[in-house]
């Protein structure tokens, strides 16, 4: 048992390494995903739904091995970590726009209207006025997002992305003690998962107006 | 090696039967989640601590680890301790139990928010504890939470794709059959997305209409 520690120690610090690439580039599909869901134009609004609506009616799994197994098809040529990481975060933006979507239209019109009124562009409107207060009321639902998005790291263990639960099942089938290796991989996916929540919920109480 | 789509339709009969597998996986485990659901959450409210705390470490486990590391605890797991389940079978188990620990917290909150009223007037008309929550409480408590419910079917649906990993044969191994003997991934990962996203139209247009009616039966 004790030689397998070092193997989970150094697979925990991929899924960590994953999980926060993942979020970033979910940050920033999320949040231009959201804005051409807000936007003016018909064809850019049309587009974002779309966006939303195929990678959130598909599986994750069947997105990650679109973009790893028939990517050289089509000239995109990337390592298992790399495809594991932008197909899981663009899918994980596609859940987070509709979270940034519904922090930003929950902001009260009144708000939008006044603005206007003051004499600011629209772009000015969304960005000193609407999008601060935005931003506090997504970071809980966001939290949520990052949460399942810890999880769904483990969808990367198929295409041998070697991350907590691609090790687990590696000394599964070597050492024969499944219980074990799956309580060894599980406690350190809640180690991670209860540091992050902790995080989030230290930004939700500073984020908070008193 | 460019795009050939036409290859697609020769295996159309073999990512139809994939679809099929699909949709009997997910309905298989939707019931399972289901009415574990339900019982978990009694448990969970009612049970005698000697099963609750029990419970609560396993519901805790489930909720804070990947599907994907669940199914393989429970496929390569229970071999190990003499129980030999058909992929299928755990597949089904796997995704069943996991969802049934998120639509029991659902429930569970549910059942809190019944009116006490209706346990205390059920009572009082002479029903035992178990009669109540059976006939009075629980029917009105899933009733609310059917919504978010559907959620998580719709969930599981895109999380069945994980069991092709322990090796059942649906849509997603159907789809890498069909790789495996024409060296085209791109097109049969591309089918198989549009197979996904046609089974899920037709779920969220089932869950609509069952919301429609339970709005309009109160």
Wanted: charged fraction near 15%.
């Amino acid at each position: 048992m004790l030689r397998v520690y070092p193997f989970f120690i150094e697979a925990a610090y991929v899924t960590v390494q994953l999980s926060v690439l993942t979020c970033l580039l979910g940050l920033a599909c999320g949040t231009l995903g959201a804005m051409a869901r807000l936007s003016r134009l018909a064809p850019i609004r049309w587009l974002a739904a779309t966006y939303v609506s195929l990678f959130r009616g598909t599986p994750a799994l069947i997105q990650i091995f679109i973009l790893y197994f028939g990517g050289p098809q089509i000239g995109i040529n990337l390592d298992s970590f790399s495809a594991g990481t932008i197909a899981l975060g663009v899918n994980i933006g596609a859940y987070m726009t509709e979270t940034i979507r519904g922090a930003i239209i929950s902001v009260d019109k009144g708000q939008t209207e006044a603005s206007r009124t003051l004499g600011m562009s629209r772009a000015q409107t969304m960005r000193k006025v609407i999008l601060p207060q935005a931003a506090r009321m997504m970071i809980r639902p966001l939290g949520v997002n990052i949460n399942a998005l810890i999880k769904g790291t483990a969808l990367v263990a198929p295409i041998s992305v070697i991350e907590l639960t691609y090790t687990a099942q590696r000394f599964i089938g070597s050492t024969y003690k499944p219980f074990e290796m799956f309580l060894l991989a599980g406690i350190l996916y809640m180690i991670i998962i209860y540091a992050v929540g902790m995080g989030i919920k230290w930004l939700d109480r500073r984020a908070q107006i008193v | 090696m460019g795009l050939d789509f036409t290859v697609v339709p020769d295996y159309f009969g073999v990512l139809l039967l994939g679809m099929g597998w699909t949709v009997a996986i997910t309905i298989g485990a939707g019931l399972l989640s289901f009415f574990g659901g339900i019982m978990f959450a009694v448990i969970a409210l009612y049970g005698h601590w000697v099963i609750r705390l029990p419970f609560r470490l396993f519901a805790w486990l489930f909720m804070g680890t990947p599907l994907l590391l669940q199914l393989f605890l429970i496929y390569f797991g229970l071999i190990e301790i003499g129980i030999d389940l058909p992929a299928f079978i755990a597949g089904v188990i796997g995704l069943g139990l996991h969802f049934a620990v998120y639509n029991s917290e659902l429930i569970q909150a549910s059942i809190l928010s019944v009116d006490k009223g209706q346990y205390e007037g059920a009572r009082t008309l002479g029903l035992s504890r178990g009669q109540t929550l059976r006939r009075i409480v629980i029917p009105q408590a899933v009733r609310a939470v059917i919504p978010p419910m559907g959620n998580n079917m719709i969930a599981l649906l895109k999380d069945s794709a994980l069991v092709s990993v322990i090796g059942v044969a649906e849509l997603t191994l159907a789809a890498q059959q069909a790789i495996s003997r024409t060296y085209r991934p791109f097109e049969f990962y591309i089918a198989a997305a549009a197979c996904y996203y046609v089974i899920n139209l037709c779920l969220e247009a089932g869950l609509r209409r069952l919301e429609r009616r339970i709005a309009a039966s109160r």
